[in-house]
């Protein structure tokens, strides 16, 4: 109110002072002029710091600085008009102080590795004439990353229980982590399926161990590569570097290579049958009903053990009978 107060005094001395104008001198006229101008315009801004998209700001700056055109009010600066808040919505809590035209913001605490901050100052904020600003302004900056010592450490990142191939567009997704220093406590991981969706939402680790189901991959063409990404911070807010994984979807129907049986050297005896495909295998698919050796002068099926082996530089995309008696 008291701003007030001054900014109508002063445009009703200028209004006063304009009736005998006519006897002043020029200068007079100018000076008066340009007093009431300043007293009415509201402040603008000329700088800030960090600037807007700066990367790499240190966690531990000692303030955000935002200065003005004229003198601001250090009344109207607090943590709602002048707010500081995480890639998350939380708001960063600390200390205001106001210098001349100059607003400082000094965090309380270091702000959080390779995070991005939004600072917001609200239209409410007053110059000493009682002016508010035009409009409210927002920029943003992001941090550091944080040195490689002390982030958490991904151990493995697995689709479907590390298959190479899916028909389905749905998979399963297993992370395993651990912070820098072994601990297995207070992590949280999110995901992205590359190129496609945005991070979800940070959920915690059991133990180091998460489990999600019902990812939709978002393939649908035969050959589409999936690529999930994904990003663990411990309780410190520090996050890891990216680990992905990859799947390929598959619903082409398998075609067999090679069968060691057609060679013309093929000797039983070494107990051995082997059948390559053009892609990984299911061993379950396999059964002494599908994959058996039965002799013609002999009628009844030979026991033997199947496994999945790597054949050409391909996963598991070669099954074998082994050990038939």
């Not at 450490?153 to 912070?179: E, F, K, M, P």
Request: net charge negative; aromatic share 8%; with cysteine.
């Amino acid at each position: 109110m008291k701003h007030r107060k001054k900014q109508n005094a002063l445009i009703v001395l200028a209004g006063i002072l304009v009736m005998f104008m006519a006897g002043c001198p020029n200068n007079l006229v100018d000076t008066i002029e340009k007093e009431v101008q300043i007293v009415v315009t509201p402040p603008s801004i000329v700088s800030i710091y960090p600037e807007s998209g700066a990367v790499s700001i240190p966690v531990d700056i000692d303030n955000i600085l935002m200065t003005f055109t004229k003198q601001i009010d250090s009344s109207s600066v607090n943590n709602s008009s002048f707010m500081t808040k995480d890639s998350d919505g939380n708001t960063v809590s600390g200390t205001y102080s106001v210098s001349n035209d100059t607003i400082a913001f000094n965090p309380n605490s270091n702000l959080a590795y390779n995070t991005i901050y939004t600072i917001t100052a609200k239209s409410v904020i007053l110059d000493i004439d009682g002016n508010t600003m035009s409009n409210e302004f927002s920029w943003t900056f992001t941090t550091e990353d944080a040195p490689v010592g002390i982030k958490p450490i991904v151990q493995y990142v697995r689709i479907n229980g590390d298959q190479s191939a899916t028909n389905n567009t749905t998979v399963s997704l297993d992370i395993s982590a651990t912070d820098h220093d072994g601990n297995i406590q207070g992590l949280k991981a999110h995901y992205r399926i590359s190129g496609i969706s945005d991070w979800s939402v940070w959920t915690d680790l059991n133990d180091g161990i998460l489990v999600i189901n019902g990812i939709v991959l978002g393939v649908s063409v035969d050959g589409d590569i999936g690529i999930i990404e994904v990003e663990v911070k411990n309780a410190s807010d520090t996050v890891s570097s990216i680990t992905q994984s990859q799947i390929i979807y598959d619903i082409s129907a398998p075609v067999s290579d090679e069968k060691n049986w057609e060679d013309p050297d093929f000797d039983l005896t070494q107990g051995v049958l082997q059948i390559s495909f053009d892609g990984e295998m299911d061993l379950s698919s396999f059964s002494d009903l599908n994959f058996y050796v039965e002799l013609a002068s002999t009628p009844g099926k030979l026991q033997g053990q199947r496994d999945l082996i790597e054949f050409g530089g391909n996963y598991n995309n070669a099954v074998i009978l082994k050990g038939v008696s």
